[in-house]
């Protein structure tokens, strides 16, 4: 089993930055793709920005130039950078991992509110 943590959420106003990271534990030798999704309320989990299985990062369009990814694979770790964010981006952030044996877990999520 996989454990994930989310912290970083909080309240930002219109065109400022967040940084939300996620910390996975337990079984992590058999962690294979991870990344953040999100969930605006009323709408369906959307994916953000993850690493794919062979490591290459892969970003939603409506985030494209204003997020980034990294991930620390030593501290099993896994951050999201936003920047000039708009009341749009207002959602539950959830960080996901998948293992090498096809198991899926999911964080709790975080609340990322934008709002002057």
């Known amino acids: 089993q996989v454990q994930l943590v989310e912290s970083g959420g909080g309240l930002v106003q219109p065109g400022g930055s967040l940084r939300l990271s996620c910390a996975a534990s337990?079984?992590?030798?058999?962690?294979?793709?991870m990344g953040w999704y999100r969930q605006a309320s009323g709408k369906t989990r959307e994916l953000v920005a993850r690493?794919?299985?062979?490591?290459?990062?892969n970003f939603a369009d409506f985030v494209k130039g204003r997020v980034s990814i990294s991930r620390d694979n030593a501290k099993n770790t896994v951050d999201l950078q936003m920047n000039n964010l708009n009341p749009g981006d207002t959602a539950v952030y959830y960080c996901?991992?998948?293992?090498?044996?096809?198991?899926?877990?999911w964080g709790k999520g975080t609340l990322v509110t934008v709002s002057s």
């Open positions: 337990g079984r992590t030798f058999s962690i294979n793709t």
């Open positions: 996901r991992m998948t293992d090498t044996f096809g198991r899926d877990y």
């Open positions: 690493f794919t299985s062979d490591g290459s990062p």
